[in-house]
Nanobody
Framework: QVQLVESGGGSVQAGGSLTLFCAAS????????MGWYRQAPGEKRELVAT???????NYADSVKGRFTISKGNAKNTVSMEMNSLKSEDTAIYYC???????WGMGMGDYWGQGTQVTVSS
């Protein structure tokens, strides 16, 4: 069973920095894509940043130039460095991973439990 565990959330003042980490365990396969999504109170979950196994990245316009997603050295790990944080970045951040299932059963889509990021102005 694939499980995603996030860490690194917390509270910070506007202008500060945080780094989120995500590790996916329980699969013999490497991820096709991993990324971060966020959901603020009363809002829909939105894409923040993704990275493919080949290293291609995609960012929401609102975080371009401030957030950087990277593959970790360990298998199926990613991190996201968040700089110049703003109050509007406050949300629960969820890690997502697309990893092939065993026995050719297609692509699995997995989510972590979420980690809170709070930015105070």
């Amino acid at each position: 069973q694939v499980q995603l565990v996030e860490s690194g959330g917390g509270s910070v003042q506007a202008g500060g920095s945080l780094t989120l980490f995500c590790a996916a365990s329980g699969s013999t396969w490497s991820f096709t894509s991993m990324g971060w999504y966020r959901q603020a109170p009363g809002e829909k979950r939105e894409l923040v940043a993704t990275i493919t196994s080949g290293g291609s990245t995609n960012y929401a316009d609102s975080v371009k130039g401030r957030f950087t997603i990277s593959k970790g050295n360990a298998k199926n790990t990613v991190s996201m460095e968040m700089n110049s944080l703003k109050s509007e970045d406050t949300a629960i951040y969820y890690c997502n991973a697309e990893i092939p299932r065993d026995w050719g059963m297609g692509m699995g889509d997995y989510w972590g439990q979420g980690t809170q990021v709070t930015v105070s102005s």
